[in-house]
């Protein structure tokens, strides 16, 4: 793999000499270039910022050297452009898993503001371009996330690990966050190293720490964890009729919570009849979710018009917070009919914690459509449908 950093503070990269990056150069695996984005700005003091047109504080990235920069490296050949910006896609192990696929990559560190806007819309007429920010905080210029980027990628090469078995067992590699680690002396500091590891059992080792990494999981990133492994056994399927009680059951159990957030809104789950329950079960599209021999969440969706409407999700009080009503929503919307355009909902006005699940689902409020109940759509992506 070849790198290609493009940036005004050269020696921001320095450090790519020494880490990883640096064995894989050694061993000829990848080959990393830093080119001073000045050696493409020609006036006397090699100006590379202007002050922004609309006014604001700050200066701009000239399009000019970067143009030249550009006209240059792609010269040499085909490459995957990565932005690094604040405004791009959060960049992610499977972020990496993909960029570790290019022959090439060539960062645009940008600093002041930020680059003209141009240069990214031309390059992207003759290159595959990314746009990636490391996270939701701002730093003063796009070095850093290049440098954490390339070492991300580049440690993915194949070849670059000893061992590529570590990389399988990393954090991340398998959506959940690392299990705790060990070495000697087995007592220090009158702590002790868990028994388990000193056992010699791989069996009871390997699940030791597959537990350890599914609790550290659910404790700091639940949003990280699966449906499926926190809830073993988890199985989702099309509704049979001999659901209809235990389901009338959950559904009852789940609306108490909405009719609290929601006081003097009428809650239709909540008066409705079992006939009522077994009349739509039959007529629409019903995914119940069963766990330990129980009902333990379901969701319903039916097309009106264009427009798929997902209801009734569904997920038992105790199980809440453990990604199974991500699960449903996602299983539910991969059933969209062809044709249909918008994913839509509705929910209490306050229902708040409904809103923020719905709302990193990538559906948008659309205003109240009765008294105390808001809608809420989302585009059918594409292909989706
Ligand atoms: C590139 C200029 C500074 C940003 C005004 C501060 C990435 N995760 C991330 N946070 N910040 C960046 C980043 C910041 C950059 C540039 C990346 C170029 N700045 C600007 C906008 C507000 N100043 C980043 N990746």
Redesign the pocket.
């Known amino acids: 793999m070849q790198v290609d950093v493009v940036t005004i503070f050269p020696d921001y990269l320095a450090p790519l000499e020494l880490s990883l990056a640096g064995k894989a150069r050694e061993k000829g695996l990848i080959d990393v270039r830093v080119h001073d984005l000045r050696q493409w700005a020609h006036d006397r003091h090699r100006t590379v910022d202007d002050t922004p047109y609309g006014g604001g504080a ?1 200066m701009v990235m000239k399009p000019e050297p970067w143009g030249e920069a550009f006209d240059a490296l792609l010269a040499d050949g085909p490459a995957t452009v990565v932005f ?3 405004s ?1 896609q959060p960049f992610t192990q499977t972020v990496a898993r993909d960029l570790a696929t290019r022959e090439r990559l060539v960062f645009a560190c ?5 680059i003209d806007q141009r240069v990214v819309d031309e390059v992207a007429t003759r290159a595959e371009v990314r746009e ?4 939701d ?6 070095e850093v ?1 290049a440098l954490a980027i390339t070492e991300a990628v580049v440690r993915l090469v194949p070849g670059f690990m000893g061992n590529a078995a570590s990389l399988e067992e990393e954090s991340h590699e398998d959506g959940l966050l690392e299990y705790p680690v060990y070495t000697k002396p087995a007592a220090w500091r009158d702590r002790a190293v868990p028994e388990v590891l000193l056992s010699g059992d791989h069996g009871a080792i390997a699940a030791w720490r597959r537990d350890q990494a599914v609790r550290r999981t659910a404790e700091r990133r639940p949003d990280l964890v699966p449906a499926s492994v926190l809830l073993d056994d988890v199985e989702i399927r099309p509704v049979v009729p001999a659901d209809a009680g235990e389901l009338y059951v959950l559904q009852r159990a789940c609306w108490v919570q909405e009719q609290h957030d929601n006081p003097g809104v009428r809650v239709p789950a909540l008066h409705e009849s079992l006939d009522e329950l077994r009349a739509w079960i039959a007529r629409d599209t019903v995914l119940v979710a069963r766990s330990g021999g129980r009902l333990v969440g379901a969701v319903r969706a039916s097309l009106d018009g264009e427009s798929w409407e997902v209801g009734r999700l569904m997920v038992a009080p105790d199980l809440a917070g453990r990604g199974l009503g991500r699960t449903l929503l996602e299983r539910i919307e991969a059933l969209v009919p062809t044709g249909a355009t918008t994913y839509a909902l509705f929910t209490g006005a306050g229902s708040l914690r409904n809103q923020r699940i719905y709302k990193k689902a990538g559906y948008r409020l659309r205003g109240e459509i009765a008294p105390g109940v808001v809608r809420m759509t989302k585009p059918v992506r594409i292909g989706r449908a």
Do not use: K
């Open positions: 700050g690094t910006t604040p791009g940008g600093r002041y503001e930020g990636i920010s490391l996270g905080y701002v730093l003063n210029g796009g996330a």
